[in-house]
Nanobody
Framework: QVQLVESGGGLVQAGGSLRVSCAASGRTFSSYSMGWFRQAPGKEREFVAAISWRGGSTYYADSVKGRFTISRDNAKNTVYLQMNSLKPEDTAVYYC????????????????????WGQGTQVTVSS
């Protein structure tokens, strides 16, 4: 079993940057591909980014491509989402998720593929 705890959310002005982190418990973190999703008020949860279990491949939603970067440090059992050039429409609760999968990140864009979820961290971008 994997437990996930997000941190690093907060309030930032449009155009600013923020990095959210997700710390995972358990010894098998490196066996899991990781993803970030977000949910804005009144909207469905949507895919943001994914990274394969060894970090060899990444995948991004079109809405964040070129602005967000997902990375992982398997030695620290942590996955990161660096968010630059933030826009008000990026405001949401951001969730990390773990998928017991060796698929390429491009195959991990659906929340149905993930086995474990964190509680989320709020990111608010002011205009």
């Amino acid at each position: 079993q994997v437990q996930l705890v997000e941190s690093g959310g907060g309030l930032v002005q449009a155009g600013g940057s923020l990095r959210v982190s997700c710390a995972a418990s358990g010894r098998t973190f490196s066996s899991y591909s990781m993803g970030w999703f977000r949910q804005a008020p009144g909207k469905e949860r949507e895919f943001v980014a994914a990274i394969s279990w060894r970090g060899g491949s990444t995948y991004y939603a079109d809405s964040v491509k070129g602005r967000f970067t997902i990375s992982r440090d398997n030695a620290k059992n942590t996955v990161y989402l660096q968010m630059n050039s933030l826009k008000p429409e990026d405001t949401a609760v951001y969730y990390c998720a773990a998928a017991y999968s060796n698929k390429a990140a491009t195959a991990l864009g659906s929340d149905r593929q993930y086995d474990y979820w964190g509680q989320g961290t709020q990111v608010t971008v002011s205009s």
